[in-house]
């Protein structure tokens, strides 16, 4: 809805009335056509203020309806038709002016702003362009290279850039709308034709094509086979060199192409589905909106390897007070001056002060003592973390909630070590801690509520996306990328390189595939894991690491790479070699061909040529399948929890969703024959056989993915 009011006697004043964020509905829609049209009709009016109730201007299209039929009047006449006012129209812009709210403000005569209020475009995260003319306005009135980094990042801008690029007019810290509603008065009856956006020339530039080009190529290397971001370059690029009106007409073809594609869809699910995870639930029932968080002022981080660092640096960024413990004297001072510099690069890059007298270094527990909350992040080793949790239960205060950091350990058992397994709860992390948006909040078998929502909210004010999760080896994560990973070593023993396993897999949208990112991370982390496991361990009668283990097939290739110390970039050799420990770029290694050409022959392995159609069906249909496995045992609660997961922790691509929502894309069907076609090939791999959810799915006709908590509901009370 709109409303119409005349303040003064002669301005009239359209109130934008969609809670929370006024988003452009057809109701809202119709209202604006209705009261502009007002406006123009009254002889009383000379003047025209647009503002948004609630101190919020607007959100931009209402996402929702992008699924649905599109009723109501259509954006990009209403916007035209309030250029083309005869009388002055000025927007008042306070709190956002998002997509199709700036849009509306570009047509606008007059911008004014408040200072704390943020603009922008940022339709290309949502798999779409700025298409009621702002792709189009926007380079007529700042200028190309500034719209390009506008419309093709879609980041959000502050007042007071908004006002050094020429967006807005004028900026205020007092109320926007008295401030707007004067400013209308006095310009009523003034020419307007130079306040038409739509009438400007794009600013020349030196060599367009050359900024094209340029441009070009900078969005498709970072787009990793998103579409939208090509599209809004093709688009600003048609302001830059056609008449107005057939740029507008470059702009609504490419739209329509994109408001089609299955990007567009994944990306405005992968928006509604960030909101969705903070609305978590327990399997006791006990959900996000029954439980108060605790307070927290005062945290603690214990443990101050790479992870911990990063912690203490997320919450000192987010205003928390950090006791930071390392035992190790020479650890703690290399860590203190690591975590300055991190927090002032921070800084820098935010344009703020650093914050560091909120950290208290310790190389003893006993300034935890009066801590809220601590979150433990030492190696990750179930005896030292069961001393460090034993500790901690001395010297905290009553009511402390105990956080662990690790990545899979079991959270039942660290609970059970202390006397309040109720305060006991898993945060964890992903590495850089302070840069990944991830935090996979885990809850135990005892774990209370309040802990988890204490946990989640935590996870909020860092700036996290944080997903509740139940406990099982691995969590859901780490979980899903064991079958993923199991696929990749089993290519290679077929006949597969790791460049090849790697290349399909980041054709397909990952940052980097499976042995470059494990690599990155360390070869060993997954080896020590496996030994523990009892798996990385030589038979005692042959020697040799098992193929076979408990009936399942198991490869040791990445034991066998790190009994020869090669870890990855740390050790300048992994499964690509570098040009010295610690290098960046990895290099294809003549050494690992013989490695694998000598491993298959000593097994008896014929190699064979393998398809990348077949890396991709195998890695990513086992991991979705372990997917569905979790959703059946209730470990993760929803498809939506699995998929921010994927896309925020491991670099899933995010216009293609999620791991659950490309299955849904991919059809059900499809996944479950082709799981079956791959397990009947390998029978000894359990991971490739369809679980039951993914089966009882298929079964009833594989319904979207919306509709599929109630089957999970049906097949969990079954079990
Ligand atoms: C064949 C071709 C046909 C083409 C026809 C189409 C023509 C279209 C023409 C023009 C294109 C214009 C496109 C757009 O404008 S797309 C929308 C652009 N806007 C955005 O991307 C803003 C999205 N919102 C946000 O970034 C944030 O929500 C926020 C910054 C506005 C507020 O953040 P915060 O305070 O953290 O609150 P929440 O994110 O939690 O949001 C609260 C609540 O509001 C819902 N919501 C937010 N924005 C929208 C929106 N634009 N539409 C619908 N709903 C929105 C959000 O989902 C939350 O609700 P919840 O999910 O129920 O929790």
Redo the contacts with the bound molecule.
Sequence with gaps: MAQFSRVSGSVGLITLQNP??N??SAAVRQGIVDTVNKALQEPEVKSVVICGQNKVFC??????S?RGV?TGP???PMIHAIEASTKPVVAAIEG?A????L?LALACHYRISHTKA?LGL??V??G?????A?SQRLPRLIGITAALDLITT?R?VTAAEALQLGIVDHVTDQNTVDVALKFASSVAGKPLDARRISLYPCPPSDDTDALFEEAMQRVRRSARGAIAPVACVQAVRAAATLPYAQGLERE?EL??TL??SGQARALQYS??AQ??V??WSMPSGAQWDTVEPLPVQKTAVIGLGTMGRGIVVALTQAGFSVVAVETHEKQLTQAKQAIEEMLIRGAKRRGVTPEHDTITYSHSMEPVANVDLVIEAVFEDMVLKEKVFQQLSAVCKPGTLLCTNTSGLDIDHLASKTPNPELVVGMHFFAPAHVMKLLEVVYGRQSSPRAVATAMQLGKKMGKVSVAVGNCLGFVGNRMLKPYMNQAFFLLEEGASPELVDQALEEFGFIMGPFRMSDLSGIDVGWRIRKEEGLAVPDQRTGQIPRMQKGCRYSPVGDLICEQGRFGQKTGQGWYRYDKPGGRVARPDPWMQTFLNQYRATHGLVPRRIDPKEVLERCLYALINEGFQTLEEGIAAAPEDIDVIYVFGYSWPQHRGGPMFYADMVGLEKIMDRLEHYHQAHPDVPSLQPCNLLRKLVAIGSPPIHKWSQVMKTLRSQL
């Design positions: 929370p964020v988003a452009l959100g931009g299209a209402d996402i929702k992008f599109m259509p954006l990009i956002i998002l997509g199709g709210g849009e943020r940022p339709e995260t949502l779409l362009l700025p298409a009621a702002g879609g959000h609504k739209m329509a408001f089609t928006f509604f909101r969705a903070g609305r």
